[in-house]
């Protein structure tokens, strides 16, 4: 016997199903019977094609179990939860992928369960740390309350900084309260309310509904020939017209031709052969355009790019350009992507976005022409800057208010040399600077950095910074202080 429950999804558009609730207690009888339409109509589930249930549950970890197809013409296919699926107490929300082959899949609605916690007092499963690297669009949980734990320790020591230059001085010292802040200026009354707010931040892009497609949907060919660039774009400006887009680009050589414009709510996953190559004279992808004036952290965000390639096409187009510019954006995650062969400029330009995570990918390849493209800072240029946000800096968009990245967290990255190019002189860092303004909270822990001829990291207007657990190869420095020259002016960035 089965406890069945009948719901509808939709790859195109949110189906309002019934909440209902499964006991943890349940053991193999709870049955979901799933009917997946296509803008109203039924999916014709053909031979040879997949039906995967992922489940996130209350404590942000996922499970994945195949669905068996019963009906092919109706789109009708079930699945019997297993323990893991309802072993934690509390809203779980869940989605179904179909794949129509490996490197075509289309992402249904969500709908949401409870598992309600049973009378019976069985000893407690462990919790699945199942996860896809597809999917992943949080922070862990480990991390967060490391980085807590490393913050809590400086505003202890703070406030004992202050005691002491209070016995000293004979004055009242106002206690420390930077690690509590956030970047809007709003103070929680513990450390841990901060990092927990931080997360859910993040997190709370995981609450948009991103209807899913691939270029190949609008006429791209992923063949190195034609210009791709157009049916990319098709895909992104969906954003603009359903509220969030994601989009899958399979392997293949996609040739560009001009910028890739993000707007807000986008996902870009490709795959590990996904390959753009670079055929003008500018970049790939920006978070605005010429027109746009945000300020502060008011612009594009909830914006995540993983995987794929970004080929700098160095040894047939050699002019200057940024990979990838960001600027007023908050939420952003770049994971798992390997830029090659920037020349002149940065392969991540980062400017007045809060909230950002840079992760697992590699940096390789940098070129520069000190007598076309050089200026005073080419020799220190890095490969992420994190700056604040002015005219001589990033003038891709407005508006250039000075506004400061805060909360960056970049991880687990590779920073040398390509089969073409050697590695960039910087890793990390910035060379520009606004007056009375600080980049704050940015955290660079367990990168490589092979080769650079500046420095691997260069906190320069930082503020709350946490370096730890770099490896340093062939160097000329493995981390450069610097400080602003005093004249009060808009270096340039």
């Known amino acids: 016997m089965y406890k069945p429950y009948p719901i509808t999804v939709d790859t195109m558009k949110k189906v309002q199903n019934n909440m209902f609730a499964i006991n943890t207690n349940d053991l193999n009888t709870p049955k979901i019977i799933i009917t997946i339409q296509q803008d109203g109509e039924p999916v014709i589930l053909a031979e040879g094609m997949k039906v995967r249930l992922e489940i996130k549950k209350p404590d942000n970890k996922l499970v994945f179990q195949d669905c068996t197809i019963v009906d092919p013409s109706s789109g009708l296919c079930t699945v019997v939860l297993n323990s893991e699926a309802f072993e934690v107490e509390g809203h ?72 002491i230059s209070e016995q000293n001085n004979n004055q009242t010292v106002i206690e420390t309260i930077e690690a509590r802040t956030n970047g809007q200026g709003k103070t929680f009354a513990s450390l841990k309310e901060r990092m927990n707010d931080f997360d859910s931040k993040v997190s709370g892009a995981g609450d948009v509904y991103f209807p899913m497609y691939t270029p190949q949907m609008r006429g791209a060919k992923g063949d190195g ?87 700098g096409n160095i040894l047939n187009r050699n002019n200057s350009f940024n990979a990838i510019g960001l600027g007023h954006g908050y939420n952003i995650v770049l994971r798992d992507v390997e830029i090659l062969d920037v020349r002149g400029a940065h392969a991540v330009d980062l400017n007045s976005s809060r909230d950002v995570l840079i992760e697992g990918c590699k940096f390789k390849g940098y070129d520069i022409n000190y007598t076309v493209d050089g200026d005073g800072a080419s020799y220190m240029r890095e490969a992420i800057q994190v700056s ?56 660079i822990y367990d990168n490589t950095f092979d080769g650079c001829t500046y420095a691997g990291i260069r906190p320069y207007k930082y503020e709350n910074t946490t370096i730890k657990n770099n490896t340093f190869i062939n160097c000329e420095y493995g981390v450069r202080f610097s400080n602003p020259d005093g004249k009060g002016t808009y270096d340039n960035g």
């Not at 690297?133 to 490391?146: G, S």
């Not at 920073?415 to 910087?426: D, H, Q």
Request: proline letters at 3%; one cysteine or more.
């Open 92 to 163: 779980h929300v869940a989605e179904l992928m179909v794949y129509y082959t490996l490197d075509r899949i289309a992402v249904t609605s969500r709908f949401s369960y409870t598992a309600v916690k049973g009378l019976f007092n069985k000893e407690t499963l462990e919790s699945s740390n199942s996860f896809s690297a597809l999917n992943q669009i949080v922070f862990d949980a480990q991390t967060a309350e490391q980085n807590a734990s490393e913050h809590e320790q400086n505003a202890l020591l703070s406030a004992q900084q202050a005691k």
């Open 225 to 311: 020939i034609q210009d791709d660039t157009p049916f990319i774009q098709s895909i992104l400006d969906i954003a603009k017209t359903k509220g969030a887009v994601y989009c899958h680009i399979p392997k293949g050589v996609y040739r560009i031709t001009g910028r890739l414009y993000l707007s807000k709510n986008t996902k870009i996953v490709m795959d590990k052969e996904t390959r753009l190559l670079r055929d003008w004279a500018g970049g790939f992808f920006l978070n605005g355009r010429s027109t746009d004036n945000f300020t502060e952290y008011n612009g594009n965000g909830n914006i995540t790019i993983e995987g794929g390639i970004l080929d």
């Open 388 to 443: 604040s946000h002015t005219e001589a800096g990033f003038n891709a968009f407005g508006e250039f208010d000075g506004t400061p990245c805060v909360n960056v967290t970049i991880r687990n990255n590779y920073f040398g040399a390509s089969a073409n190019r050697p590695a960039y002189p910087c890793g990390v860092g910035n060379h520009g600077h606004t007056p009375g303004s600080f980049i704050k909270h940015v955290r």
